[in-house]
């Protein structure tokens, strides 16, 4: 069973940092794009940031300039480091995977469990 765990989150006054790690695990034949998501109480689920297995990332505008996203391909991890945090960041943060997996080598889209991230003012 191909899956992603997630570490890190919790709680951190505003300005402060955290660190997120997802890590894929299972029959996993290659991915391509990696991911953060966060969704708060009330709202969608945004992209926080993606990056492919070719370094290219992407950013929300809300977090560009404050959050680095990285990834070790060896070790099928994506990392989210958050610097400056706000309270508008609070949330729920799910890690992101696309690629090929399982016995099958199916395209899967995977998904995390979900982190809480929590800024107090």
């Known amino acids: 069973q191909v899956q992603l765990v997630e570490s890190g989150g919790g709680l951190v006054q505003a300005g402060g940092s955290l660190r997120l790690s997802c890590a894929a695990s299972?029959?996993?034949?290659?991915?391509?794009?990696m991911g953060w998501y966060r969704q708060a109480p009330g709202k969608q689920r945004e992209l926080v940031a993606r990056?492919?297995?070719?370094?290219?990332?992407n950013y929300a505008d809300s977090v560009k300039g404050r959050f680095t996203i990285s990834r070790d391909n060896a070790k099928n991890t994506v990392y989210l480091q958050m610097n400056s945090l706000k309270p508008e960041d609070t949330a729920a943060y799910y890690c992101?995977?696309?690629?090929?997996?399982?016995?099958?080598?199916?395209?899967?889209?995977?998904w995390g469990q979900g982190s809480q991230v929590t800024v107090s003012s």
């Open positions: 299972g029959r996993i034949f290659s991915i391509n794009l």
């Open positions: 990056i492919t297995s070719g370094g290219s990332t």
């Open positions: 992101n995977a696309e690629g090929v997996v399982g016995p099958f080598f199916e395209l899967r889209e995977l």
